[in-house]
């Protein structure tokens, strides 16, 4: 049974930083593209950041570019989402998700298992 759990979130003022993580079981982590996606409240989930499987390209969304890193422990069975300069609008359920040798595809569509998500609360 694949499973999927998020943890990191929290309650941070703006300009702060929070890390997540997303640890991975029940599946071949290595072959397996992972992104982190987000909801805030009212809204549709939107694609964050995304690793390929061999770590070796990344993606963003415009709206977290140079702000969010993501990298990922394929001995650890791990993702993470390094967030700093954190905003009111970074305000949301962060979800991890994975997408099987996938790349380039960035919609909810394309990833097979997601997890449960972890709030987010950036305060002004």
């Known amino acids: 049974q694949v499973q999927l759990v998020e943890s990191g979130g929290g309650l941070v003022q703006a300009g702060g930083s929070l890390r997540l993580s997303c640890a991975a079981s029940g599946l071949a982590f290595s072959r397996y593209t992972m992104g982190w996606f987000r909801q805030a409240p009212g809204k549709e989930r939107v694609f964050v950041a995304a690793?390929?499987?061999?770590?070796?390209?990344?993606a963003y969304a415009d709206s977290v570019k140079g702000r969010f890193t993501i990298s990922r422990d394929n001995a650890k069975n791990t993702v993470s989402l390094q967030m700093n300069s954190l905003k009111p609008e970074d305000t949301a359920v962060y979800y991890c998700?994975?997408?099987?040798?996938?790349?380039?595809?960035?919609?909810?569509?394309?990833?097979?298992?997601w997890g449960q998500g972890t709030q987010v609360t950036v305060s002004s």
């Open positions: 690793i390929i499987w061999s770590g070796g390209s990344t």
């Open positions: 998700a994975a997408d099987h040798l996938g790349w380039g595809r960035f919609g909810e569509s394309a990833y097979d298992y």
